[in-house]
């Protein structure tokens, strides 16, 4: 079975810079939060759960509604947890199902929520992406409409850049001036060379 390799960290870090430049030397990646979104869209059993959550149903335009998903968390912070109680093993399950059907000699989760969801546990070592919080603010600025503000809650509201560091076998620091392709390159030789290693 293929090795696995987590990547994480915070918005605007670079997860998905670094994840491309994993997809060019051929590494299969799985995006966790595409496939929340897409067991929150199609999966049957999840549709159910959220609309209990809700008390109401949020599928009447046939896909979830998110805006109104998050105005009803706003207001009830409890049911954040109980959503992702619901979604997070499903992901988990997804992402164990997708990388024991792949022929390669690892492959790659991506999730910015890779502690809290506790997918730690399914890989053999996590990269943690780190990145100076002014530089984070800018890039997310640049590539959407949103607030410094409303970055900053973001950031607020997520583990912080140590304490993912502290818990992952890489770190790169993904700052403007920082060269990561060569750090890439050495992460991925050192992941074939694991996967050549007997079990
Ligand atoms: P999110 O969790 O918010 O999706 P992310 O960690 O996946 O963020 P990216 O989408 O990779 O972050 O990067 C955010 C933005 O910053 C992108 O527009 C990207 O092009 C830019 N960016 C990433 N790394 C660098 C860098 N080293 N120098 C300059 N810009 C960068």
Redesign the pocket.
Known sequence: MARRLGIT????????????IFRVLGVPVFVA?VAARQLMNNDPSIRSEINEIAGKDLYEGGELDRRELARLIFNEPDMLQKVNASVHPAVLREFEAWSSAIDAPYVIM?A?ILFEARADRLVDRVIS?S?PVE??IS??M??SEISREEVLERINNQMEDNEREEQSYYVIN?????M?IPEILKIHGDMLRLAAKER
């Open positions: 960290g915070g918005i605007g870090s670079g997860k998905t810079t670094v994840c491309r939060d991506e910015a992406i990145a530089e984070r890039r997310v640049g590539r993904n700052a403007d001036n920082e990561i």
